[in-house]
């Protein structure tokens, strides 16, 4: 066993086919195919072209038969299933094909040959037909492992919810888990630990030794560091408790700025900032390497709230200033000080709210069986892939939602991760941080408002003899610092704060009056409005192939869906010049692909949009405006949200408003709105990658 991909990628691939996994994803069939006279196609070839209406002909007017067989023993099935030829599948099926027939040197059946390139929707298609996925092919390999090497997530998914022996073993004694961690597909792992694998290898070690093992790089390493443990797999020890350290977290920040703000008011302003800028370090030293024991001083502090608490700290200071100078030295603007007092108050209030409230978890399905039937369902409708799907939660993404890495849940109308508030935002806390970000603005204004009043009316001297000749600052600014240094430290550092948060309420503002998360604007350019379907995507970009058929039939054009995607293992898969520019980040400026998406978005208008007006009301009531609840809509309704809702205001009306008639309209309203998705102005998830 000296290189376990040479087996998959060397004998892997169907001897017998002369259609390769590139020429079966295109819709046009070169060589072979290509040199067959028009009348004399055979059933192979229509089967391999998907052409129902050959097929069909060539048996009724029996030339051909179903089960027919070529000089390879392939059958027509065998070649419909290896090119996704759902509907020429379907057909043949219901023609009495043999649906567990053995051809092609592997001898292996059509599921297997579909297994081999992930082609999740045969796959269903042939189980829905009885085919036996447990069956094994000269390899001994069975449908599972054929789909793991595939690496297509969705396909191997559904195949783990049907009957089927997950620790089954190829002639070599690989299991499919195995065949994940050697290829390297961290979600297939994932996907195959979840199913309970207790299976040890000759040498007596478990698949999860062996992950541990076949992938002990680089990432290997960065996964242990996130988890909590070192390198050889023990548990890191932290300095304190997991409370304790959320604890010191939050609270010093609030030491080390009034330390900051203390050093620039004891040392003249040469060493104190310089000092300050120390101290700072010095904190987030403390914080990362310390507390949270992270080997880098990045990327690892937004699980914690150290975000949260040099919030915490700016308020903590704002505030004693204000009760310790302002409001005894500008008693002449009580009504300002009212104001502040209570905006103060509400962004206190809000802020922890933010942080405090549930951002709106979707709800997963509290049984296996309830499991099995979203995923069945999903998947007889054509649309078992990652937007409809979350695998880390093992439940159904409702629409407009997203799964935070970092919180590792799926958050309803997801906005962003905010590590500002320690939490995401979304449908439930979306109110409360929109809030908060506005108080905190009005706040700081107010705040600097009263500091003026207070130095323009306090007795500085402007004696140059009282002035510190080091100071390069203008000499009243030079006197203003050295009368209150500490008060124009605290309002220095709230005004630099004022720059951010007032681009973020700006933006906030834009995008809760045009009905959009933070999520949805950021993608406008590469997929085009709210998941019209953009140009290339980034999957294209990082050297994945997408299969997007433009099809009447919807099944059919969902075949493999967003996750079923080939590797190009080369080094440059797909890079070229766009590699640094996608990298960067400006990919979307360039090759028109904005003014593809934004076109695309003027074709597929935004379905929840209300209006200004509306959209604020429903933003603020959480999607009852829409009559929605986020955490569990999965469709768009054929007749858009504003005329569902009517409908359903009438409805019951109709019902005599009884309060469970009521309810169970509503779910019926959701269940059987389900269907026909053509006529919803393209609207589609976005990709979430
Ligand atoms: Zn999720
Ligand atoms: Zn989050």
Same mark, same amino acid.
């Given at each position: ?6 087996i ?37 070839? /229509? ?11 060539l048996? =009724? #007017? ?34 009495g ?29 042939? @189980? ?17 492992h ?31 888990? *195995? ?17 309970d694998?207790?299976? !040890? ?19 290997w ?9 070192? =390198? ?9 408790n ?17 330390? *900051? ?7 003249p ?27 880098n ?34 008693? #002449? ?28 978890? +979707?709800? !997963?399905?509290?049984?296996?069986? =309830? ?34 890495? @970092?919180?590792?849940r ?7 991760? +905010?590590?500002?508030?320690?939490n ?6 979306? $109110? ?52 209150d ?76 869906? /967003? ?30 692909? /904005?003014?593809?998406?934004?076109? $695309?978005?003027?074709? /597929? ?5 209300l209006?200004?007006?509306?959209n +604020? ?11 929605? =609840? ?15 809702? $009517? $409908? ?42």
């Amino acid at each position: 066993m000296d290189d376990p991909t040479a087996i998959v990628s060397g004998k892997g691939e169907p001897s017998a086919s002369a259609v390769t996994a590139a020429s079966a994803t295109s819709s046009n069939f070169p060589q072979a195919t290509q040199t067959v006279q028009e009348q004399d196609v055979n059933i192979f070839v /229509a089967a391999q072209r998907g052409d129902v209406d050959t097929i069909r002909r060539l048996i =009724e #007017s029996g030339k051909a038969s179903a089960t027919d067989r070529d000089e390879q023993n392939i059958t027509p099935l065998h070649w419909a299933a290896i090119n996704a030829q759902l509907a020429a599948c379907r057909y043949l099926l219901e023609q009495g094909a043999e649906v567990d027939a053995l051809g092609g040197d592997l001898v292996a059946t059509p599921m297997q040959w579909a297994a081999r390139n992930g082609y999740l929707y045969v796959i269903q298609l042939l @189980i829905a037909h009885n085919a036996d996925p447990n069956i094994t092919d000269a390899q001994g390999y069975n449908t599972l492992h054929l789909v793991t090497h595939s690496s297509s997530v969705m396909a191997l998914l559904y195949l783990l919810h049907q009957p089927i022996n997950v620790d089954a073993r190829d002639s070599q004694g690989h299991t499919a888990l *195995m065949w994940a961690a050697y290829q390297g597909d961290a979600l297939s792992v994932d996907l195959l630990l979840k199913h309970d694998i207790r299976a !040890k290898d000759g040498e007596g070690r478990t698949p999860r030794d062996m992950a541990v093992e076949l992938k002990s790089l680089g990432a290997w390493k960065r996964a242990l560091d996130e988890g909590g443990f070192t =390198e050889d797999g023990i548990p890191k020890r932290k300095p304190l408790n997991e409370r304790n350290t959320r604890i010191a977290i939050l609270t010093l920040p609030i030491a080390f700025l009034y330390f *900051m703000f203390m050093t620039l008011k004891i040392l003249p302003w040469y060493t104190g900032i310089i000092l300050a800028m120390a101290l700072f370090f010095g904190m987030h030293h403390i914080v990362t390497r310390v507390l949270l024991d992270k080997s880098n001083y990045t990327d690892s502090v937004a699980q914690s709230p150290y975000f949260a608490g040099i919030i915490t700290g700016s308020i903590v200071w704002v505030t004693y200033a204000w009760l310790t100078r302002l409001i005894h030295q500008t008693e #002449s603007h009580p009504f300002i000080h009212l104001t502040l007092a209570i905006t103060i108050g509400l962004c206190a209030y809000n802020f922890f709210r933010a942080i405090t409230l549930d951002p709106g978890t +979707c709800p !997963k399905p509290s049984s296996d069986a =309830e499991l099995k039937a979203v995923i069945e369902e999903l998947a007889s409708q054509g649309r078992l892939n990652g937007q409809t799907f979350c695998i880390q939660c093992m439940a159904r993404k409702p629409l407009r939602s997203k799964h935070c890495r @970092i919180c590792d849940r799926c958050i309803a109308r997801h906005d962003h991760h +905010c590590p500002w508030v320690w939490n995401c935002i979304g449908v439930n806390n979306h $109110r409360q941080f929109l809030l908060f970000v506005i108080t905190l603005v009005l706040g700081i204004i107010l705040f600097d408002y009263l500091t003026f009043e207070y130095f323009s009316t306090a007795p500085i001297s402007t004696d140059p003899s009282n002035i510190s000749p080091s100071c390069i600052l203008p000499a009243t600014l030079c006197a203003i610092t050295a009368y209150d240094t500490f008060l124009f430290a605290v309002a220095a550092w709230s005004t630099l704060q004022l720059s951010w948060t007032l681009i973020l309420l700006a933006t906030q503002l834009w995008q809760v009056a045009r009905q959009m998360t933070t999520f949805e604007v950021s993608n406008l350019g590469r997929y085009g409005f709210m998941g019209g379907r953009g140009g290339a995507t980034l999957h294209g970009q990082m050297g994945h192939q997408h299969r997007h058929l433009p099809s009447e039939d919807s099944a059919d054009s969902n075949l493999g869906g /967003a996750h079923t995607h080939r590797h190009s293992h080369g080094m440059c898969g797909g890079c070229g010049s766009g590699f640094l520019m996608s990298l960067l980040g400006f990919d979307r400026f360039t090759k028109g692909k /904005a003014a593809d998406g934004l076109a $695309r978005a003027a074709k /597929a208008p935004n379905p929840f949009d209300l209006g200004i007006v509306g959209n +604020c009301k429903d933003f603020w009531t959480r999607g009852q405006e829409l009559g929605v =609840e986020y955490e569990r809509l999965y469709d768009v309704p054929l007749e858009g949200f504003a005329e569902a809702k $009517r $409908r359903r205001e009438e409805g019951a009306d109709d019902l005599h408003a009884n309060e469970g008639g009521r309810k169970s309209l509503r779910n019926k309203l959701f269940m059987g709105l389900g269907l026909g998705r053509s006529s919803r102005n393209g609207y589609e998830p976005l990709s979430q990658v």
